[in-house]
């Protein structure tokens, strides 16, 4: 089919639609791009500030921490508790009959080295802080701790043994860096 040429340009309408498409694609590009760079800032806000990455993770050095001793760290607001586990209490934490349980979970699965356990030092029932981190506090009836707002007691895993609390004690992520450091988050 001969292409029609225009009087006027002496164009062909095909180079008038090839122009005409041309012209579309530049101005939806130039459009997308456009739009693109004036809502990045708002999406961008919605990325975490850099205090609160900073606040993600942290490194403890567990090597003064003996045998039978606890401490507790501040992880994102909330008490860590540490615990250095003697024999005793790895032995008593993993005779437990799994059925006994309220929230089941093998003590195995609390903890990656059974010397150390490591979990959020909030009650699960109404987010108390359970005492049994100090010596000579109460460790209610199963050695671990006790909740004393309403009554939930954790044994030597921080599994809830007796009370209203739900679900254990929980373990939050983290991993041995070496022998002395762990970094929880």
């Known amino acids: 089919m001969a292409d029609t040429v225009t009087a006027a340009t002496g164009e062909s309408k095909e180079d008038d639609k090839s122009r005409r498409d041309f012209l ?51 992880w994102r607001g909330k008490p860590v508790f540490i615990r250095h586990r003697s024999q005793a209490e790895i032995d008593e934490s993993q005779a437990v009959a799994i059925a006994d349980l309220i929230d089941p979970e093998t003590d195995d699965q609390r903890v990656q080295k059974a ?20 010596s000579g506090e109460p460790k209610g ?12 007691h954790y044994d030597t895993s921080g599994r809830i043994r007796k009370g209203p609390a739900p679900l254990n004690l ?16």
């Open 141 to 152: 009836e199963y050695g671990g701790w006790f909740c004393p707002c309403h009554g939930s």
């Open 115 to 134: 010397e150390w356990l490591i979990m959020v030092g909030v009650c699960t029932h109404l987010g108390c802080i359970p005492l049994g981190q100090k």
């Open 170 to 185: 929980v373990v939050p992520g983290y991993e041995f860096l070496d022998d002395s450091t762990v970094k929880i988050g």
């Open 24 to 74: 579309i694609v530049a101005t939806s590009t130039v459009g997308a791009v456009g739009t693109g760079l004036a809502i990045w800032p708002f999406i961008d806000t919605m990325n975490p500030a850099a205090d609160t990455l900073a606040l993600s993770s942290t490194e403890i050095d567990i090597s003064p921490i003996e045998v039978g001793q606890s401490i507790t760290v501040v």
